[in-house]
């Protein structure tokens, strides 16, 4: 007889909870793929700094700004120089940026201490996985060409009240259950159901290589999603950004909501050379 189930707390039949069960039960029963790291392996990856060792890397930049308003397209162009260091063994790296050119439009004047900020900020922050990364149930998509492994994640509390919600509560700290569920709200047909406020994004798409390097990130927010893609030069065999693009919304006073896409392109690195 289809539909029948057995709850031995006398709750209430749900169709929604077996069909639950039983589709985390097809996605666990997938093999695992042939070739590639493991999810965990991957994590631990990204998560770890593959060049722990002291150094300086000085080099100039250029960002341009393409802010899209109700009254149309403005552009900001900016350049400057920058200074990346660790100063220690296995201490966070620190990015200083000095901006030697900005270009503003008349409209945007008003807001250029503001502009400033967001430049600087564009060129010395960089995503931190750490931050974020161990709050979500995260699983592999699919694997690339070149190497690369499309990741997704769902925040663990989403996930925890699903499987609550659904009669799960017995594969909670199972990670291949978690994941199971994670994916399945990770797709495109449940995004909507998911969407909330709370710290940090509720949801991330990652592509990442086999040493952990991030080359696109997209976190999602419940005002919007905030997507970076990044490109590497290789300098002195370790990958530093050549280029970063950034699509983002912030809001400005006076003008409201703005979307605004950054392109940033880093050149003339130099390893270890005094600063410029």
Same mark, same amino acid.
């Not at 400033?116 to 060409?145: C, K, M, W």
């Not at 693009?245 to 392109?263: H, K, N, P, Q």
């Given at each position: 007889?289809?539909? !029948? ?9 749900? $169709? #929604? ?12 029963? +997938? ?16 998560? =770890? ?6 150094? *300086? ?8 700004? !393409? ?24 201490? $966070? ?12 439009? #008349? ?30 149930? +995260? ?11 499309? +990741? ?6 989403? +996930? ?11 594969? &909670? ?11 399945? &709200? ?32 997209? #976190? ?34 006076? @003008?409201?909501? !703005?979307? =605004? *896409?950054?392109? #940033? ?5 130099? @390893?270890?050379?005094? $600063?410029?």
């Amino acid at each position: 007889m289809a539909g !029948v189930c057995y709850n031995a707390a006398g709750m209430r039949c749900s $169709p #929604l909870r077996t069909v639950l069960a039983a589709f985390a039960f097809l996605l666990l029963a +997938v093999p695992a793929l042939a070739q590639g790291l493991s999810i965990d392996a991957l994590v631990s990856r990204i998560l =770890a700094d593959p060049n722990p060792q002291p150094y *300086t890397m000085a080099a100039d930049f250029t960002a341009r700004m !393409v802010f899209n308003m109700t009254t149309g397209r403005i552009s900001v162009y900016a350049a400057g120089t920058l200074l990346e260091s660790r100063a220690a063994l296995g201490e $966070p790296r620190r990015r200083k940026a000095t901006l030697t050119r900005l270009d503003i439009p #008349l409209l945007l004047r008003p807001f250029s201490s503001s502009i400033r900020r967001t430049v600087t900020d564009l060129v010395e922050a960089e995503p931190r996985p750490g931050e974020f990364l161990p709050t979500q149930d +995260v699983f592999i998509v699919e694997e690339r060409a070149g190497g690369r492994t499309l +990741v997704g994640g769902v925040r663990q509390d989403i +996930v925890t009240d699903t499987m609550t919600r659904y009669g799960q509560t017995a594969n &909670l700290r199972d990670p291949a259950s978690r994941r199971a569920i994670a994916r399945w &709200l990770w797709s495109p047909t449940q995004r909507a159901s998911i969407v909330r406020g709370g710290p940090g994004p509720y949801m991330l798409s990652a592509l990442v290589d086999e040493a952990g390097l991030l080359y696109q990130l997209s #976190l999602f927010y419940d005002w919007g999603e905030l997507s970076n893609r990044f490109a590497f030069a290789s300098v002195g065999g370790r990958p530093f950004w050549r280029e970063v693009i950034t699509d983002t919304s912030s809001e400005f006073m006076g @003008l409201g909501r !703005v979307d =605004a *896409t950054i392109a #940033l392109q880093i050149s003339n690195h130099c @390893l270890n050379c005094p $600063p410029r």
